[in-house]
């Protein structure tokens, strides 16, 4: 009976052990929502009493719409912020004139697995002048504001993904931004289509903007062809526009784009491309 009792007892310690170890390990272990992401920098807002850093997709920040993620920390205590309101300021310093860039504010003021996404369409590299983005936080933990601003170095890439046209029908300037596919997400077959358009107000006001359609013809230069089955990027909120482009095989393609404004030709001359 006694040895009965014994086993039983440490048949129970052994899964209580194994109960803990478990809860540890899930507790230890829980996904790190910026593995992938490159850190960019990361600074303190001043009156925020919050530690901010800054992460991109990407390796480097190149002309056109470059996502952000932005996490927060109490500056005291190290631990995350979840619940904060941000605020972008691009600003490129040409030194006989300043101008700023379109950029999207986090949706939300609740982070999204602890983090705070939002954007910036660099419209220039840095060869032009020199960028700089104020992260202006409001925490409300404490109910205080801070601000950082961080210098950023934009480089112009291989296959351009920003473009701009004077519009024919009514002399406003437009800034169209691939953003899907990229040459490292495009596959042989049907592709998510992507871009954001963005309309000029004034060297600060930069609005997203709906008013346009747009028609999508792919081709492959160097092969003499096209492709079926392409859906044309239609506005679905904030100056995005989704669509298809199908790859029929691997290369190089072109993604010409004709921009209209409901009868009236906008632009027939812009195009993106991509290789794969």
């Not at 941000?86 to 999207?104: A, F, K, N, R």
Request: charged share 15%.
């Amino acid at each position: 009976m006694k040895k009965s009792l014994l086993i039983l007892l440490s048949v129970a310690l052994l899964c209580f052990i194994v109960f803990l170890s478990a809860c540890s390990k899930d507790k230890t272990e829980e996904p790190d929502p910026t593995e992938g992401l490159t850190k960019l920098t990361e600074g303190y807002a001043t009156g925020a009493a919050a530690k901010v850093q800054v992460f991109t997709k990407e390796t480097s920040i190149t002309t056109g719409y470059t996502k952000l993620y932005i996490a927060l920390y109490d500056s005291v205590t190290g631990n995350r912020i979840e619940d904060a309101h941000i605020q972008l300021t691009p600003m490129m310093d040409m030194g006989t004139m300043m101008h700023s860039s379109p950029y999207e504010n986090p949706v939300s003021e609740e982070a999204v697995n602890h983090l705070f996404p939002c954007s910036v369409t660099f419209i220039m590299s840095s060869m032009g002048g020199s960028w700089t983005l104020k992260i202006q936080v409001h925490n409300h933990l404490n109910d205080k504001e801070g601000t950082l601003t961080i210098p950023v170095t934009v480089n112009e890439p291989v296959k351009s993904k920003q473009k701009s046209f004077t519009a024919a029908h009514n002399g406003a300037k437009y800034f169209i931004s691939l953003i899907e596919p990229t040459a490292a997400s495009s596959k042989v077959g049907i592709n998510e289509m992507e871009i954001a358009i963005y309309k000029k107000a004034s060297m600060m006001s930069w609005p997203a903007d709906s008013s346009l359609s747009v028609i999508l013809t792919p081709e492959m230069p160097t092969m003499g062809h096209g492709s079926p089955n392409n859906v044309n990027p239609v506005h679905i909120g904030n100056g995005h526009y989704k669509g298809k482009v199908n790859f029929t095989m691997t290369g190089f393609w072109r993604l010409n784009l004709d921009f209209m404004s409901g009868t009236a030709v906008a632009d027939t001359t812009q195009y993106f491309d991509v290789e794969f």
